[in-house]
């Protein structure tokens, strides 16, 4: 059996907020569990807040978990040698959700793009590190390249700007991206162009993307043939194969989550009924409810909900659901 790219290992994630004299505690990722094998692609939804972010800085080594490993070909990221990190570091990379800040404003984009080229040596002999810039432009669809090299990053749009931090990415060769929210803050006509880009990334280079979005759509689009992982609260409420577990969601949050998606066809949409949840407000983070944490927005609650912690348990199919009631929950389409 093949070794995972990268895994986590009851992994959790506590933050520390307020003054120094009045402290409190934020458990922003609790215990979770998840593998990513190579050439693969993993989308984590979630709402804002819920830890999506958390997790996907924790696999690019940007956190150290309170708890749990996070594995790269077996080994413990944090346990690493300074040559192996170093590999681990080039390897993994990350794309921000604002390409702006994620671009230095005072070097043109050729300085961007060839910092990291130079740092690990990645110019083949015989080629400058210009033409090599050009060549990844031209990967990202930014041509001709000449007209962007010395351009600085506020004489790009957004969509421009994204690509750029792409093929920033790709020039140090990378096993592994973490896009995170990597199309939500451009316009919707270019979001299609940047997620056929990332699947022919995938596709035709086998890079891996953790791509951490709110959108379902998206999700489905980009990772159809891949896994999602459905996040509440810091804890993974559902995972498995994207077309089964969207196509037969089981746990209450998901379904409800699918019942607030539009629906184009006006027939269709007439006949669902919207998921009637028991509140409309999340929990504080800081104070998460006590049990499961869906409990008390979930319509088909009990009293084990309240008492006692689900947990990932394998269904038929492929897909895990942490859920007291899955058996009993009506099925989707409610």
Not at 80 to 104: G, I, M, P
Not at 211 to 222: E, G, K, P, V
Not at 281 to 302: I, S, T
Request: aromatic fraction near 6%; include cysteine; charge should be positive.
């Amino acid at each position: 059996m093949n070794q995972p790219l990268i895994s986590l290992r009851d992994v959790s994630m506590t933050f520390r907020k307020g003054s120094p004299w009045r402290r409190s505690e934020v458990r922003a990722v609790d215990h979770v569990t998840l593998d990513m094998d190579e050439g693969s692609i993993l989308a984590l939804v979630g709402e804002s807040g819920c830890g999506k972010t958390t997790i996907g800085k924790a696999i690019a080594g940007l956190y150290r978990p309170t708890q749990g490993q996070v594995l790269y070909r077996g080994k413990d990221i944090w346990k690493l040698s300074k040559a192996e990190f170093r590999t681990y570091r080039r390897e993994v990379q990350l794309v921000h959700q604002d390409s702006f800040a994620a671009l230095n404003p005072s070097l043109t984009i050729y300085q961007s793009l060839s910092a990291p080229l130079l740092q690990y040596g990645l110019v083949p002999a015989g080629k400058t590190a210009r033409t090599v810039v050009g060549e990844y432009l031209e990967m990202v669809e930014l041509t001709p390249p000449d007209q962007f090299l010395d351009k600085y990053p506020h004489q790009l749009s957004g969509g421009q700007r994204q690509r750029v931090v792409l093929a920033r990415a790709l020039t140090v060769r990378p096993k592994l991206i973490v896009a995170d929210e990597p199309v939500s803050m451009v316009d919707v006509s270019l979001r299609l162009a940047l997620l056929n880009l990332m699947a022919r990334m995938n596709k035709e280079m086998g890079v891996s993307f953790a791509y951490i979005t709110h959108d379902l759509a998206t999700a489905r689009y980009l990772a159809g043939q891949g896994q999602i992982s459905v996040m509440y609260l810091g804890e993974m409420v559902e995972t498995g194969p994207v077309g089964q577990v969207l196509a037969t969601p089981r746990h209450p949050y998901l379904q409800a989550l699918l019942s607030a998606v539009p629906v184009p066809d006006p027939i269709v949409a007439r006949s669902r009924k919207m998921l009637a949840l028991r509140s409309l407000e999340m929990p504080d983070p800081g104070a998460p409810p006590a049990g499961c944490r869906f409990h008390p927005r979930c319509p088909y609650a009990e009293a084990v909900c309240s008492s006692k912690v689900p947990t990932l348990e394998a269904m038929e199919g492929g897909d895990r659901v942490a859920c007291h009631l899955k058996e009993r929950i009506p099925a989707w389409p409610v």
